[in-house]
């Protein structure tokens, strides 16, 4: 029978966790971004993560100490409700640490008990007060239900009656108005994007033919395939496989990250960190989005945010913050810092 176990480690850079068993990711510390499933996110802080079976995790940078729960099947499928956890719908799932209170008791203790079904539901408990499709539980077990049979069915024909047949919730619901109206995308769109991410796992971590890819995932020919790829990601099926570079895992992104940690307070254009990088600016941005999946403009201002945050923890005034990171007037470093963070620094140094 699996067990619940506890691992906490510096991540190395660049390398790819694969997430073999239902696992909550708890970022102890570090700076800059990371990547899950080919999306780079930054915005991590104070959230606990929850990857299911299937999934990967990059850490982008050196300086991440980070611990890994992983549960057993037994535990999570006591109840369904584990699905929203665990089950991705449009971004990364997560539970925003800081503002659970049980969560930051479980998880500060040296020594976890063996009652770990206390901090899924506790999660679960937490992730229906973010409620952050603003939806009702019934309207939740229709979401998570189409999610499910996406999942599993992405490289069939999936259309409206497939999905009704299928439901566990009531059907009374528009299935399509719903999901537009919540998640802001409709059922193809979830079926393509599926279709997606599962092809490039394959391009990425197996020696599979790209032909062989297609038919599997449900494409119509390979050169539809290759169309629909680079339409989505601006490369072919085979730029994406080389550019990954899952077993070489060279200098590149290290190399920049640190460029942009060094000098991010002092500048802030592109030109400057091509030209520490011997690259034009259109390489540079390019190779950073094929490898990356981000923009260096990104890049250099989830830097400024990160350093914001500490410099307005560690209580140096807005002004001092301001001209520190390079900004010419304190009124710009405060519309900057809110329109990323989504708050005054006035108001998140309080």
Not at 151 to 170: Q, T, Y
Not at 182 to 207: R, Y
Not at 234 to 248: A, E, L, S
Not at 291 to 305: D, F, K, P, S, Y
Request: proline content about 2%; overall charge neutral; glycine content about 6%.
């Amino acid at each position: 029978m699996e067990s619940t176990t506890v691992r906490k480690f510096y991540a190395e850079l660049d390398k790819v966790y694969f997430i073999n068993q239902y696992t909550l990711v708890h970022i102890l510390k570090g700076s800059g971004t990371i990547q899950v499933d080919f999306k780079t996110y930054s915005d991590w802080d104070d959230k606990i993560i929850y990857l299911e079976k299937g999934q990967y995790i990059k850490f982008l940078s050196e300086d991440f100490l980070v611990r890994f729960i992983t549960f057993p099947d037994e535990i999570l499928f006591k109840s369904k409700d584990v699905r929203i956890l665990f089950k991705h719908l449009v971004s990364l799932g997560y539970i925003n640490y800081s503002e659970c209170e049980d969560c930051r008791s479980f998880l500060g203790k040296t020594v976890f008990n063996t009652n770990m079904d206390k901090l899924i539901d506790t999660s679960i408990d937490q992730w229906y007060w973010q409620n952050p499709f603003s939806a009702n539980k019934e309207e939740y077990g229709i979401i998570f239900d189409v999610k499910e049979i996406i999942d599993k069915e992405f490289s069939g024909h999936i259309n409206i009656g497939h999905l009704k047949d299928h439901l566990i919730h009531s059907t009374h619901y528009n299935i399509q108005g719903l999901l537009k109206d919540k998640l802001g995308i409709s059922i193809q769109k979830m079926v393509a994007g599926k279709q997606l991410m599962e092809s490039q796992k394959e391009l990425a971590f197996t020696d599979k033919s790209i032909q062989e890819i297609a038919f599997e995932k449900g494409f119509k020919d390979p050169a539809y395939f290759n169309r629909v790829f680079k339409n989505k990601l601006g490369q072919t099926p085979k730029n994406f496989r080389d550019n990954f570079d899952y077993g070489n895992r060279d200098r590149f992104t290290q190399d920049l990250i640190e460029l942009i940690q060094l000098f991010h307070k002092d500048e802030h254009k592109l030109a400057f960190y091509a030209d520490k990088m011997n690259i034009s600016v259109k390489a540079l941005s390019k190779k950073v989005k094929e490898r990356m999946n981000v923009t260096l403009g990104e890049l250099i201002r989830a830097q400024l945010i990160d350093s914001a945050k500490t410099m307005l923890q560690q209580g140096e005034i807005v002004k001092e913050v301001a001209f520190s990171l390079g900004f010419e007037e304190p009124n710009n470093f405060s519309k900057f810092f809110a329109q990323h963070t989504g708050v005054a620094p006035s108001i998140f140094k309080k």
